[in-house]
Each structure stands twice: as C-alpha cells, then as structure tokens.
C-alpha cells in the first residue's frame, strides 16, 4: 500500500502570496500523481494530473512539480477563492489520497 | 455538461445493508471507468471502489472488501455501490467519480456533490 504524506498541516497565508504544498509517496509513483481542491460543502475539483498537468480550465496559477517520492502544489499568487483543503492522489498502486493540507487566510 | 447525481444515501443501524447509486450525463457513459470515493465528517478522502467501463474489471478498498459490491448498468448510463454489514465507520458522504482516462485506477475528473451514508443505532 503507498501512504501519501502531505506537508504542512496548515499554511496561514493572505492573498497576493505564494503557496507551496508538499506531498511524500512512502514508494516511487513515477508521475501518477494528481492535486485536488476542495472548498467546504462542496465535492473536490482536479487541478493537476500526472504530476504537472493542469486539469481542463484550471488557472495558469496552479503549477505542479515532482516524479518518484517527491510532489509539490504551487500556487504562484493566492487569490482569495483558492483559499481551501488541497489532496494529493496516486494511481500508481491502487488508490490512494494525502491527509491534505488546509491553506487559510 | 458532465452531470453525476448520487442518490440513495441515508440513516442505517448497524448491520444492516444500503444501496446508492449515481446518475450519469453529458457523456459517453460506457467509454469511461467509474469510482466510489468517500468522506467521514471532517476527515480526508478515502478510495473506496472502481469498475472499467464494461463492467468486468473491479476492485475495492480492503476496508470495504467482502462488504461492498459496484456495479454499472450502461444502458442506464447509472453506477450502484451495494453496501452490507455496514459499520459505524462506514458513515461518510459518499462521491461518485468519474475516471479521466479510462483506465481502471485513474484521476477523478468529474465528482457529483455526494449522499450521506450516516451508520448509527
């Protein structure tokens, strides 16, 4: 089973800053790696796959980095919607979700 | 528009069996894997089952193995998960997703907005 780690816990930030999330793979995944978003009340939104890719109409914003163990979420310049739980996902041994990391303001 | 819509969900006790589903539109339902993905209250997501877009290739979370049973109906474009000797650790809104590539373990491209399984005696 791959554990998924994410990093920080939480990340108090304001708008206009920048965000970097981390996510650990316990074993490589190569770059089945994926970032989701989720606002409270609502379902989560893909924004990034196979590591780097954005999803269809994500914001040039979000950028993905990462292969093997390591990932990273960036969000270049906070805009105040982007304020939410981020989850990273593998696919490269079953399913597997991160804890996720709560970025607010 | 890709529209998924779970129904289904409810309070059960202990024990006892629940079966929701999914409404698929606004895409080509049979060309397309499917997933079961959930959330306990306040807690992270958690995997729960995928079907290949015919039907045959399956697999399930070793938390819900033996318990759980997806399945699909293309003619219906509709995604059922039957849930038996349920537990009260099994009380989570339920998602249901969509695979981007097709393949059977995928990236979740398109979620419904969920229906809360709520275990409690």
């Known amino acids: 089973e791959i554990v998924l780690t994410q990093s920080p816990d939480t990340l108090s930030l304001s708008p206009g800053e920048r965000a970097t999330l981390s996510c650990r793979a316990s074993?490589?995944?190569?770059?089945?790696l994926a970032w989701y978003q989720q606002k409270p009340g609502q379902a989560p939104r893909l924004l990034i796959k196979?590591?780097?890719d954005r999803a269809t109409g994500i914001p040039a914003r979000f950028s993905g980095s990462g292969s093997g163990t390591d990932f990273t979420l960036t969000i270049s310049s906070l805009e105040p919607e982007d304020f939410a739980i981020y989850y990273c996902q593998q696919r490269s041994d079953k399913i597997s979700f991160g804890p996720g990391t709560k970025v607010h303001i | 528009e890709v529209r998924l819509v779970e129904s289904g969900g409810g309070l059960v006790k202990p024990g006892e069996s629940l079966i929701i589903s999914c409404a698929a539109s606004?895409?080509?339902?049979?060309?397309?894997?499917m997933n079961w993905v959930r959330q306990a209250p306040g807690r992270g997501l958690e995997w729960v089952s995928s079907?290949?877009?015919?039907?045959?290739?399956?697999r399930y979370a070793d938390s819900v193995k033996g318990r759980f049973t997806i399945s699909r109906d293309n003619a219906k474009n509709s995604l059922s998960l039957q849930m038996n000797s349920l537990r009260a650790e099994d009380t989570a809104m339920y998602y249901c997703?969509?695979?981007?590539?097709?393949?059977?373990?995928?990236?979740?491209?398109?979620w419904g907005q969920g229906t809360l399984v709520t275990v409690s005696s």
């Open positions: 196979d590591a780097s």
């Open positions: 606004g895409f080509t339902f049979e060309t397309y894997s």
């Open positions: 074993q490589s995944v190569s770059s089945y």
């Open positions: 997703a969509r695979g981007h590539y097709g393949d059977l373990f995928d990236w979740f491209d398109s």
């Open positions: 079907i290949g877009y015919s039907g045959i290739d399956i």
